[in-house]
């Protein structure tokens, strides 16, 4: 059975630090591009970061560039995502999604977690 579980989220104050855990069962995550989506209330799901399944090519998106960090951890069949300098405005739901191919947009990937609520708030 192919599954994505996310971990990590929690409440955290502004300028703190959370890890998430992407923890695939079923198959290999290393073979798959994987992404970290969020999605805050009344807002669109949009795309945080990426790396791609040749490569480990990895992308950002701006709001989050030098802050975030994604990484592969194939002892554990693992992707994490290492956030420092949390903002109020980042707060949101994040989900991990995975995909032979992927992309930036959600529609590119075929496999999903069932997200981890992040709230940053003094």
């Known amino acids: 059975q192919v599954q994505l579980v996310e971990s990590g989220g929690g409440l955290v104050q502004p300028g703190g630090s959370l890890s998430l855990s992407c923890a695939a069962s079923?198959?290999?995550?290393?073979?798959?591009?994987v992404g970290w989506f969020r999605q805050a209330p009344g807002k669109e799901r949009e795309g945080v970061s990426f790396i791609s399944s040749t490569y480990d090519t990895t992308n950002y998106a701006d709001s989050v560039k030098g802050r975030f960090t994604i990484l592969r951890d194939s002892a554990k069949n693992a992707v994490w995502l290492q956030m420092t300098g949390l903002k109020p405005e980042d707060t949101a739901v994040y989900y991990c999604?995975?995909?032979?191919?992927?992309?930036?947009?959600?529609?590119?990937?075929?496999?999903w977690g069932q997200g981890t609520q992040v709230t940053v708030s003094s």
């Open positions: 079923g198959f290999t995550l290393d073979y798959y591009a």
């Open positions: 999604a995975a995909d032979r191919a992927g992309g930036s947009g959600p529609d590119e990937y075929a496999y």
